[in-house]
T-cell receptor, first 113, second 115 residues
Framework: AQSVTQLGSHVSVSEGALVLLRCNYS??????LFWYVQYPNQGLQLLLK??????LVKGINGFEAEFKKSETSFHLTKPSAHMSDAAEYFC???????????FGEGTQLTVNP | GAGVSQSPSNKVTEKGKDVELRCDPI?????LYWYRQSLGQGLEFLIY????????KSGLPSDRFSAERTGGSVSTLTIQRTQQEDSAVYLC?????????????FGPGTRLTVT
């Protein structure tokens, strides 16, 4: 069975500061991992995905994530936060390409001026 | 091109009524998914259609929920005899099954309120 845990339901950073959103997964097989962002009253937008080709994955809007098998982690980072990054972020896992996604609980990111 | 669209964007219904939610996937996408997003349960998988295969219904919470996909394109999620706990945002996603892992593209959702 697959599962995802996001540590911290709310994260607050200052504009220009490092963003770090934590995600740990559990999977019985090599997983596929995703980060999605959700702005208010909108659907989910894919930020980046782990395809097993490279452990450091770069996505849109300056975000990146590193897959660490030994730590079963896929944390999302951005060197410098912008006000426009304020949103809810979801980590997701699937064990079989094309089947259901299992989502974490989400992390609400607040960016303070 | 156009993304995934869903209608209606908002639906308010009385307890006990039936509702239908519609999803138009991205043209050419063979896979279609329904998820539910609620305060207490987060994002939950409901059902998955892939081409002409039998759908994966394992996420449907009760037999009041059903879904169909006509002509391999548009999908309708039906909730019969709605209950207050059905209040949530229902999200539809589609994917093109040619590249692994299959990226799922989400629609804006339908916000269902059961009064």
């Amino acid at each position: 069975a697959q599962s995802v845990t996001q540590l911290g339901s709310h994260v607050s950073v200052s504009e220009g500061a490092l963003v770090l959103l934590r995600c740990n997964y559990s999977s019985s097989v090599p997983p596929y991992l995703f980060w999605y962002v959700q702005y208010p009253n909108q659907g989910l937008q894919l930020l980046l995905k782990y395809t097993s080709a490279a452990t450091l994955v770069k996505g849109i809007n300056g975000f990146e994530a590193e897959f660490k098998k030994s730590e079963t982690s896929f944390h999302l980072t951005k060197p410098s936060a912008h006000m426009s990054d304020a949103a809810e972020y979801f980590c997701a896992v699937t064990e079989t390409s094309g089947s259901r996604l299992t989502f974490g609980e989400g992390t609400q990111l607040t960016v303070n001026p | 091109g156009a993304g995934v669209s869903q209608s209606p964007s908002n639906k308010v219904t009385e307890k006990g009524k039936d509702v239908e939610l519609r999803c138009d996937p991205i043209s050419g996408h063979t896979a279609l998914y329904w998820y539910r997003q609620s305060l207490g349960q987060g994002l939950e998988f409901l059902i998955y259609f892939q081409g002409n295969s039998a759908p994966d219904k394992s996420g449907l919470p009760s037999d009041r929920f059903s879904a169909e996909r006509t002509g391999g394109s548009v999908s309708t999620l039906t909730i019969q005899r709605t209950q207050q706990e059905d209040s949530a945002v229902y999200l539809c996603a589609s994917s093109l099954v040619v590249d692994r892992p299959y990226e799922q593209y989400f629609g804006p959702g339908t916000r269902l309120t059961v009064t």
